[in-house]
């Protein structure tokens, strides 16, 4: 048995189809049995689709979404609405008292504007409405809801007194709720197998050294730089068990196959 908290991140792709939306399903039924569960949930590939709709232009670098006022707009619409709700809907069908949430909700994500992105050829981009969240930032309303027997489920977005919503990424803000909530585990759950090698084999286990590394050499980049700065962030807030695994698997996720990180 889990000798606390579960923090389980997932991307929004892997929750958009029926299919994907039963397997992940199945595999938080099995989380939740273990004991206290807690789920974050982006929204990628949603939130491009609704900017078409609305004929908002795709603004990102390195992976990261420029994120301006229209595109805040469209965030919010379905991260906080559209796909939380639908997964809230399908955990509470499966038995599981879910509560959706987004990092607004009683200031659990307080974030400050994040700073210029540096490009690897050393350009400063101005990400615009995105935050980071800070790590003194209270977390009660879910502690609250873990000892109610509840699983939060939080959408992706912040807040700040002087700019309000902010978009954050999600495995940022899973980091941040599981060191916040002193979680025993953290798995950042994403569309490859772990984090591959250059060759496009998984490794099994990383450093915070090696990861850096990765990052540095360009072996990682997109979303996996993502995913591995918040495993480090989370594994230096006190996180002990932090793995990037396949969310394309029930198996492999209930089995954490994929990258842990030491």
Do not use: C, W
């Not at 994907?20 to 399903?25: H, S």
């Amino acid at each position: 048995m889990t000798q606390g908290p579960v923090v389980v991140k997932f991307g929004g792709e892997l929750v958009e189809t029926q299919a994907r939306l039963d397997a992940v399903g199945e595999a938080l039924s099995a989380l939740a049995a273990e004991g206290p569960l807690v789920v974050v949930h982006g929204g990628g590939r949603e939130i491009d689709a609704e900017l078409a709709r609305r004929g908002v232009p795709k603004q990102a670098v390195d992976g990261l979404r420029i994120t301006d006022a229209a595109t805040l707009e469209a965030v919010v619409a379905v991260l906080g609405g559209t796909i939380n709700t639908r997964l809230v809907a399908h955990l509470v069908g499966l038995g599981l008292q879910a509560v959706g949430l987004t990092g607004v909700d009683a200031a659990l994500a307080r974030s400050r504007r994040a700073a210029a992105h540096v490009t690897a050829a050393g350009a400063e981009v101005d990400l615009g409405l995105v935050g980071e969240p800070e790590p003194g930032a209270d977390l009660g309303v879910v502690s609250h809801l873990l000892a109610g027997g509840y699983v939060p489920v939080i959408a992706s977005l912040g807040m700040s007194d002087e700019a309000g919503v902010l978009n954050v990424n999600a495995d940022t803000l899973a980091a941040h709720v599981a060191a916040g909530i002193g979680a025993s585990e953290l798995l950042l759950v994403g569309g490859t197998a772990g984090v591959l090698d250059g060759a496009g084999a998984t490794i099994p286990a990383l450093t915070p050294r090696e990861a850096d590394g990765l990052m540095q050499d360009g072996t990682a980049s997109a979303g996996m730089v993502a995913k591995l700065r918040a495993a480090t962030t989370a594994r230096a807030r006190g996180v002990t068990r932090v793995t990037i695994v396949d969310g394309r698997s029930v198996e492999a996720m209930l089995a954490r196959r994929g990258t842990r990180l030491d």
